[in-house]
């Protein structure tokens, strides 16, 4: 691949952007697990899809793992009691979103003793049919822990029914500052090959394809040896590049394979899952154990002590900051809170945000760290051309997208972006790309149901001039019937007077 | 916690920017023209360094009036950027060295003003200003700007001899003049003289690697030009690209018909020293705002560059093509933006989806 891929860059397809990375020190400090907090607050959406309903009654007694809310339709994931308590309320709390808007939670006030409910493992998963880790996974609530948060059991079912020949594992962590599957990697690399195992009985795909990028050594290393003795099982050395870790990037880093762009991965054969969901699903497979609990990185120039910490879902951020130490100066120097990575990850109004399923950092960056500053104009120095992964033009749409022509902008491929932010990450005179493409796109999808709207009420309008013109008709030709029914009693009548047969 | 942070905004992703900016993009450009000029100030003596001077400083000043004009805010932001700066900078490499006042004062009004407000500012307009201005003032003033003083010419005038020519704008002394390698084969040719007679009889420093030769102030100094491209190419400001592509654009050509009839036609080496040939390849054609964005178009844009240079040197009307064969393809550059897009990843080149590849599940 080496000397393939430089003379492919050579040519001009070196996509993404080599931010610096900033994982160490904190990827190399141990783990800390953090104690269950007084109160934890639990969004009913937590992953993508529909949000779950609750099933428990505020001032209910629940135990560890205990349902709180069940899945709700084909694309939604339960929550769990991530420790043993009463239901205090349910209520609303600030989402995990830049708009600072609220989000309906369960609220479990903890009793401290952290006491198990009742949980059914597995001693030997390979027994278990497909389908039934399916329903498994599923039950415990397990959505891939890399951000998306889709429901993982969708994709494994989904990957069964299509038949995908290959399942790649996402160890890539592109993302700056984050190191929580690094540190899974390095710590639990023997549980993440069983987990891996598992996903690869349950989607039924022949190999298994290990993506690592070349910045964590010892992740390599630690995940070679553990699946030394599967010969399925692949790891790979890719390229310390941002966004190694997308997933049509990787995809075809791994298997060349090109996923078309209205297909998903299943499509061509292939799923792709996190490592920490890996690990997730053996816990749900082998200990019965539902997603309560995820490693997060907790780092940024203001943090004391950065690092991995093991937490309950639904601990506030204000909580794990202050666990790791708290900011220097009290927070003089902060310049933004974030909750992901630097380059996708969101800006939150406040700390006061709870940790859900897809929380893979909380990032206090200082000023020198976070990108900001004025607009500059354009010098089309095509540096985002260069940067984008997709292949887009992003000097050009954000051109048409600021003279409001967004239907030219989506014609450049709009819809095609993945919102990787390579693209203003280098812009020299920093315009905020990304926000441009969001903004239209989301105006773009306002504008088609909207378009949606007036076509149903054009539709349904249509239908009752149809039904009025219809019945009118049918009045018409009862009537006309009627007339004639008549004319031709009337005249069988004359017939009769006359005497004749009728 | 801090309650500035509190109020602001929330703002979109990335949240970590690379540190590129268009004054540092500018700096690297002015620190790889640097040692041309400090060449040419001591070929063409302080004439030079004063045109040199006055050709930036009015590009400076034409920039801040037409913003001030316009009712700009930022014209200090604006004017920090440095581009119009390096504008005059590129503009003055270009005029005969010893060339008055009033060209560099004229050539910074169009430059600036014609080439660069008038379409909206910087990254609006479609030709480069520098080019513009030099070819503006060609052909309004041909004379003195086809005046070429000869390199250490003596005697070397003084400052205040200097700034009296200069300002004065007395044409340079027939005893000092000297023709360029370009516009004296031009000359000899159109004479009928061939060109083995030709440089069989011009002085050999007329093609020297040193460059001690007669032309615009950037001209000889061809060689630490593209030491100035290579630096560029290392800080990663320009790719190679287009100065690979003009380079070849015109050497090629050069070579074959030089090979054909070299009593007609001048080699390869010749063109790429001679003229504005490594200015233009690695400081003109890599303008960002006035070249395509993609690699292949850069690719095409450049070799047009290089050809049409080649072709107008070889059968136009003038000695030298480069700023007007700039031009020419900065007015195809839309077009080229337009034709020439990368692949988007998962479709073909129409924009299509591409199909699923063979064995796969859902064909
Ligand atoms: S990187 Fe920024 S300045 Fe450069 S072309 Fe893209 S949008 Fe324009
Ligand atoms: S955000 Fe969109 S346009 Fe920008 S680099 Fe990423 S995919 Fe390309």
Redesign the interface.
């Known amino acids: 691949m080496g000397i393939l891929t430089t003379f492919k860059d050579w040519f001009g397809n070196d996509w993404g952007v080599h931010p610096d990375d900033r994982k160490r020190p904190a990827a190399d400090a141990a783990v800390r697990v953090m104690p269950v907090p007084e109160r934890l607050w639990l969004p009913l959406q937590q992953h993508l899809g529909a949000p779950a309903r609750p099933v428990v009654l505020v001032g209910q007694r629940v135990k560890k793992g205990q349902l709180l809310a069940e899945a709700q339709g084909a694309v939604s994931a339960p929550v769990h009691a991530p420790t043993s308590g009463t239901v205090a309320a349910i209520a609303e709390i600030t989402a995990p979103h830049p708009s600072g808007l609220t989000l309906p939670a369960i609220v479990v006030d903890a009793d401290g003793a952290d006491e198990w409910g009742e949980r059914v493992g597995c001693a030997d998963p390979f027994a278990l049919a497909p389908d039934e880790i399916g329903r498994r996974v599923a039950a415990a609530g397990v959505v891939g822990l890399g951000g998306a948060a889709f429901p993982s059991s969708v994709k494994l079912a989904g990957a069964a029914r299509a038949g995908v020949a290959t399942l790649i594992v996402n160890g890539s962590e592109c993302e700056p500052y984050l190191s929580c599957d690094d540190r899974l990697m390095r710590d639990a690399a023997a549980a993440i090959v069983d987990g891996i195992r598992i996903m690869r009985h349950a989607s039924g795909a022949a190999r298994v394809l290990v993506g690592i990028e070349d910045n964590k050594p010892e992740a390599l290393a630690a995940m070679a040896a553990a699946a030394a003795s599967c010969a399925e099982i692949r790891v790979c050395r890719v390229p310390a590049r941002y966004p190694m870790g997308s997933e049509k990037q990787l995809i075809q880093a791994l298997s060349g394979i090109e996923v078309p762009a209205d297909s998903r991965p299943a499509d061509v054969g292939v799923i792709v899952h996190n490592v920490g969901t890996a690990l997730a699903v053996r816990a749900a497979i082998r200990d019965g154990q539902p997603l309560i609990s995820r490693l997060l990185t907790v780092n940024g120039g203001c943090v004391v002590a950065p690092g991995n910490i093991e937490v309950r879902l639904g601990t506030l951020a204000a909580d794990v900051l202050a666990f790791a130490g708290g900011l220097h100066g009290d927070g003089l120097g902060l310049a933004r809170r974030l909750l992901g990575g630097p380059m996708m990850g969101m800006q939150i109004p406040h700390w006061r945000v709870p940790v859900v399923k897809g929380t893979s950092g909380i990032l206090a960056l200082a000023a020198d760290e976070a990108a900001a500053g004025d607009a500059d104009p354009c010098i089309r120095c095509a540096s985002c051309v260069r940067a984008c992964p997709v292949g887009l033009l992003p000097l050009e749409m954000s051109a048409r997208i600021r003279n409001d022509a967004l239907d030219a902008a989506a014609a450049l491929g709009l819809a095609d972006c993945i919102a990787c932010g390579c693209c203003a990450y280098v812009c020299p005179s920093r315009i905020p790309l990304v926000q441009y493409f969001q903004h239209a796109k989301g105006e773009l999808a306002a504008r088609e149901r909207a378009r949606l709207r007036t076509d149903a009420t054009r539709k349904l309008a249509a239908q009752r001039q149809e039904r009025l013109a219809r019945e009118a008709s049918e009045k018409a030709a009862a009537a006309a019937r009627r007339k004639a029914e008549r004319a031709a009693q009337q005249s069988a009548a004359e017939k009769l007077v006359q005497g004749e047969p009728a | 916690?801090?309650p500035n942070?509190?109020a602001a905004a929330?703002?979109?992703?990335?949240?970590?920017?690379?540190g590129?900016?268009?004054a540092?993009?500018m700096r690297h450009v002015q620190l790889a023209l640097l040692p041309a000029t400090l060449h040419g100030f001591w070929l063409y003596g302080w004439p030079s360094f004063l045109l040199w001077l006055l050709t930036i400083l009015a590009c400076v000043g034409w920039e801040a009036l037409a913003l001030r004009l316009a009712g700009g805010r930022r014209v200090g932001a604006v004017l920090h950027?440095g581009?119009a700066l390096l504008t005059g900078w590129l503009l003055a490499m270009t005029l005969p060295p010893w060339a008055p006042w009033w060209v560099a004062v004229v050539g910074g009004f169009i430059a600036i003003v014609v080439g660069k407000q008038v379409f909206g500012?910087?990254?609006?307009n479609v030709f480069n200003p520098a080019m513009v201005a030099r070819v503006a003032l060609l052909v309004s003033f041909p004379l003195p700007l086809t005046q070429w003083v000869a390199p250490l010419a003596q005697p070397a005038p003084g400052f205040v001899d200097a700034l009296q020519r200069f300002l004065g704008g007395a044409p340079v002394p027939d005893a000092m003049t000297s023709a360029t390698l370009l516009g004296h084969a031009r000359t000899e040719l159109s004479r009928g003289v061939d060109l083995m007679q030709v440089l069989a009889g011009a002085p050999p420093s007329s093609l020297s690697w040193l460059g001690e030769r007669a032309g615009s102030f950037g001209e000889a100094g061809a060689l630490l030009l593209l030491a100035g491209g290579g630096y560029l190419l290392a800080v990663g400001v320009i790719?190679w690209?287009a100065p690979f592509a003009v380079l070849a654009g015109l050497a090629v050509p050069a070579a074959i018909a030089h090979a054909v009839d070299p009593a007609r036609y001048l080699d390869a080496g010749s063109h790429l020293l001679s003229g504005a040939a490594m200015l233009g390849a690695f400081f003109i054609a890599t303008d960002?705002?006035t070249s395509p964005?993609?690699?292949?178009g850069r690719l095409l844009f450049g070799a047009g560059v290089g050809l049409l240079t080649w072709i107008i040197r070889s059968w136009g009307g003038y000695p030298e093509g480069m700023a007007f064969a700039v031009l020419l393809m900065n007015a195809l550059t839309p077009t080229i933006?337009r034709c020439v897009?990368?692949?988007?990843?998962?479709?073909d080149r129409r924009?299509r989806?591409?199909?699923?590849?063979p064995?796969?599940?859902?064909q």
């Open positions: 916690m801090n942070a509190f929330p703002v979109a992703s990335p949240h970590a920017h690379g590129g900016s268009v540092r993009t950027d581009s500012g910087l990254g609006q790719r690209h960002y705002v964005s993609t690699v292949p933006d897009r990368p692949r988007i990843l998962g479709r924009g989806p591409l199909d699923l590849p064995g796969s599940p859902r």
